[in-house]
Each structure stands twice: as structure tokens, then as C-alpha cells.
């Protein structure tokens, strides 16, 4: 497959701004909305280069107020973004507004990011957080109201409307379930039936049981006093009291930069319009490639929205943290013989501390030097191995000291051999490799 050539690299600023040899930073977030701020949040914390891309049309724009978001109920959207993008870079990660055009995987991994502008930036992962775009009734004054007391979700506006007079626009299949919704909300419900499907029976019973109001007859638009809406009138002329009126836009999911990857948008189960499926943290069927917020959950609100983010941003790390490893023990596998120290008398497969003693974490093992760098040994059949930095939290809670040894040693005990490739392009266990390389030691 033809790969773009990257024609220029791009620059993290602060206090992360690490990019590889080959000049790629860790990851690219399309979008700067909630989702991709709080991965890359995570992944700035995680001393991972960042960079955000953001095109500046959060799906909540046109509201006064963001909801439900503990500690920051209220908050407009704009401000919330604000303060995210300000938490975001003091951690070191770079947040530009833009648009990215396309995405093409790089030859030995990786992405080459097309922005907008027609620069281009290398990447090692990808988290998308594109979110969708609401496709509204096309019903006059709906557009204009969309936000303010044209709404469509009791979570994020119920409270707002409660007591109110709220008119359902039946557009699609959700208007029944959506009247039935606000009923929480307000014993004032009407539901405008205008171009949805008849209901069924049992929807008539339901409807009728909880006291919505049902209107037959094409909806013409909205009437608005004083900047306000008082009324839905009908094709008809009949003008009905109401002081919010509820829709069920179509959402269409941003994938443009996932097209150019090959993955496509698909029917939603819920029948709300389109979503790029993947796996629990995101993870899409590109590897190297995760998802998060509304492109891939159109139903969440901020609060999940955010936490996805942030779920996918840790699986992201961890799959850096494991390419990094894996590619740490292959060099070491194939470093120079003189490397290796003989085998030392012990039970497991040791990394010895920096000389000078005192207490060793594992990321001090990994990144030792002198006499005893890259010390080991291991007893025969054992399936423990000295693992490279950095460890994450669960590779470090397998770490442990070793009874009667020096101070310091750390023995890491790794219970699925991992795969690399060796210097003959074969494939092989962690475990092999190190013992090859004991080999070559002559230990
Ligand atoms: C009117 C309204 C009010 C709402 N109110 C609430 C509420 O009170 N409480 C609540 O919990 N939820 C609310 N929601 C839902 C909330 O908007 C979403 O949960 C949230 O926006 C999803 O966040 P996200 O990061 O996935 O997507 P978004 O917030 O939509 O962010 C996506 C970002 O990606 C950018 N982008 C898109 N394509 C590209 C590209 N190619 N390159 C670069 N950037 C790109 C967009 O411009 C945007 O900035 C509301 C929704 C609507 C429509």
C-alpha cells in the first residue's frame, strides 16, 4: 500500500515535548471535545507527547449550559473546554486548533496525520474523539432554538424544563419513548405525532396511562415571543401551548479521518443514526487506532464521554508501554556479547541494582549503568524474566525483592511469555531471547 511520506514533524510543546528518533510523537487526538481532552489528560500525565487537534464545534455548543458533570454543573461549554485545554497543557501536551483531513498508516508503524492546513504529523497511536453531528427535524425555527428550549435529552435538560409544557416532536421511532421519558420531568406532555409511525396498542396504552397528550397532524413550525417559545403550530394552523419542545436528531458520527483508515461508520443498534463501533476502551479494528465519546457511544452525555476518553487513553499507554518493552528486551537479546555478565548463583532471573545500593524500583533497574548493568541469571526451565522499563503499575506489582539478596535486587516475575522478533526476522519467546543472549555470554 502507497504510505505518504511525512513532509514535516510536528513540535509538542512543554514540558513532554519528547518525540521519537523518527521524530513521531506518542499520540494524536482528533478532537477537543471532552473525550479527547481527557485522554489527553491521561496521556499527558502519563509523560506521553500529545498533540490535539481540534476543530472547536463541540456537539453542545449551541447550549448555555453543560449538566450533570459533578463539581462543574452549569459550567457553559465553552468554559469547560476552556479549563480542560488549560489543565491538558500544563502537563506539557499541545492543543491546536484545526481541522485533521486523513489518516495513513507509516511503514514500521504508526500514523501520518493530515491536518487541514496541509501539514502533516508522525504518530504512533491514534485516539479519534470526533463526536457526531445532529441532524435536526427540518422543521422551521427548529435550528434556530436548537440548545435552548429546542432540546432533546432529559438528562442534560430536564430539570431545566420541569413543570413545564413540553411538546415531543415525533420525527422518528424514539418520540413515544422520549414523551414517555419527560414524563419524569413534567406532567405536562404532548406528543406531536407530525411524521412518525403510527404507534403501536401497546404504546397507545402506555401513552394513555401516563397522561400524554397526543397530537395527530403535520407540525409547521415553532411560534416564539419575546425570544421565547410559546407554541408548535400545525400544518393546519392550530397553534398548542408549549415551552420547550423535545427532538430526536439523527446523529451522524465524524469518521472522516477513520474513512481514510478504512473504518466506516455503521447503523447505531438504537436507530439515533450512525457510530464507529469498537471494543470496551475504545480500541478500533485498526490496531494502533482507539475511539472515544460520541463517534463511537452517541448516547453518552459529557460525564461518560470523558471517561471513555480516559479509558481509552490508559489502553493506549499500556500499548505503548508494551511496543517499547517488547522492542527494549529484542535489543537486548541482540546486544553485544560483552555485554552479558556471567551467570550469578541464584534461583530466578535477577536485575541487579545500580552500584551504590539503596532502595530499587523497577524503573531504576531498567535504566541502570556500571559494572553491573544488565546482570542476570536464571535457573534451567525457570520462566522468569528481567523486563526492560518502563513498568506499568500492574508489572510493577509483580515485582518483588528477593529474599537474602543484596539490598536493592528486584527478581520480576512474568507469567505470559511475550513474542519478539529476533535478528533473523524469526518470531520468539521474551524468555528464549534472554537465554540466547546468555548463550552468546558463553554463561
Ligand atoms: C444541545 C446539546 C446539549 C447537551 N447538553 C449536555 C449536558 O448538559 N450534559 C451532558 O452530559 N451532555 C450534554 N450533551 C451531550 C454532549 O454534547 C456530548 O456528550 C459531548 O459533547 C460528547 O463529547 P465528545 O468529546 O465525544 O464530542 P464533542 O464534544 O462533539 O467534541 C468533538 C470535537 O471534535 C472536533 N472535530 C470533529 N471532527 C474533527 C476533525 N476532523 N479534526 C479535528 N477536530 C474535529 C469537533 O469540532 C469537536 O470540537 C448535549 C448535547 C447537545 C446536542
Same mark, same amino acid.
Given at each position: 500500500m502507497p504510505c505518504m511520506v511525512p513532509v514535516e514533524v510536528v513540535t509538542v510543546t512543554g514540558t513532554q515535548s519528547r518525540t521519537d528518533q523518527r521524530g513521531r510523537c506518542d499520540v494524536v487526538v482528533v478532537g477537543g471535545g471532552v473525550a479527547g481532552l481527557s485522554g489527553a489528560l491521561v496521556l499527558a500525565r502519563a509523560r506521553r507527547s500529545v498533540l490535539v487537534v481540534d476543530a #472547536? +464545534? =463541540? +456537539?453542545? %455548543?449551541? &447550549? &448555555?449550559h453543560s449538566q450533570g458533570f459533578l463539581t462543574r454543573d452549569g459550567t457553559s461549554p465553552g468554559e469547560l473546554l476552556g479549563l480542560g485545554r488549560a489543565e491538558v497543557r500544563g502537563y506539557g501536551a499541545e492543543v491546536r486548533a484545526g481541522r485533521a483531513a486523513s489518516a495513513q498508516p507509516l511503514p514500521g508503524g504508526g500514523f501520518a496525520v493530515r491536518l487541514g492546513d496541509g501539514e502533516t504529523v508522525r504518530t504512533r497511536r491514534l485516539l479519534v474523539t470526533t463526536g457526531v453531528v445532529d441532524e435536526l427535524p427540518d422543521v422551521p425555527g427548529i435550528r434556530e432554538r436548537w440548545g435552548r428550549d429546542v432540546i432533546h435529552c432529559p438528562y442534560c435538560h430536564g430539570w431545566e424544563v420541569r413543570d413545564q409544557a413540553v411538546a415531543v !416532536?415525533?420525527?422518528? &421511532? !424514539?418520540g413515544v419513548h422520549q414523551a414517555l421519558l419527560f414524563g419524569q420531568w413534567t406532567e405536562h406532555v404532548t406528543l406531536f405525532l407530525h411524521n412518525a409511525p403510527e404507534p403501536t396498542d401497546e404504546q397507545w396504552d402506555q401513552l394513555s396511562a401516563r397522561g400524554v397528550t397526543v397530537v395527530e397532524g403535520e407540525v409547521a413550525g415553532l411560534v416564539v415571543t419575546d425570544d421565547r417559545l410559546t407554541g408548535v403550530r400545525l400544518a393546519s394552523g392550530q397553534v398548542l401551548a408549549a415551552q420547550a419542545v423535545v427532538v430526536g436528531p439523527r446523529v451522524v458520527a465524524g469518521d472522516g479521518v477513520l474513512a481514510s483508515l478504512g473504518l466506516y461508520a455503521v447503523e447505531h443498534p438504537m436507530g439515533v443514526g450512525t457510530h464507529v463501533p469498537a471494543g =470496551? %476502551?475504545?480500541?478500533? %479494528?485498526?490496531? #494502533?487506532v482507539w475511539v472515544a465519546g460520541n463517534v463511537t457511544d452517541p448516547i453518552a452525555g459529557i460525564v461518560a464521554s470523558a471517561a471513555a476518553g480516559s479509558a481509552a487513553a490508559a489502553a493506549i499507554n499500556g500499548d505503548l508501554i508494551a511496543e517499547d518493552t517488547a522492542r527494549a528486551v529484542a535489543e537486548r537479546a541482540t546486544a =553485544?556479547?560483552? +555485554?552479558a555478565e556471567p551467570a550469578r548463583q541464584s534461583t530466578g532471573l535477577r536485575a541487579r541494582a545500580v552500584a551504590g545500593g539503596g532502595p530499587v524500583t523497577p524503573r531504576d533497574a531498567g535504566h541502570r549503568h556500571g559494572p553491573h548493568d544488565h546482570d542476570r541469571d536464571t535457573a534451567a526451565g525457570d520462566s522468569n524474566v528481567v523486563s526492560p522499563r518502563p513498568y506499568s503499575d500492574q508489572e510493577q506489582a509483580r515485582c518483588s525483592t528477593v529474599p537474602? &539478596? =543484596? %539490598?536493592?535486587d528486584v527478581v520480576v516475575n512474568e507469567a505470559r511469555p511475550r513474542t519478539v522478533t529476533d535478528d533473523q526476522g524469526g518470531e520468539r519467546t521474551v524468555h528464549d531471547a534472554v537465554l540466547t543472549a546468555r548463550r552468546r555470554a558463553g554463561s
Open positions: #472547536g +464545534r =463541540p +456537539r453542545n %455548543a449551541p &447550549a &448555555a !416532536l415525533g420525527s422518528g &421511532a !424514539l =470496551p %476502551a475504545g480500541l478500533t %479494528a485498526v490496531p #494502533g =553485544p556479547v560483552g +555485554r537474602g &539478596a =543484596p %539490598a536493592g
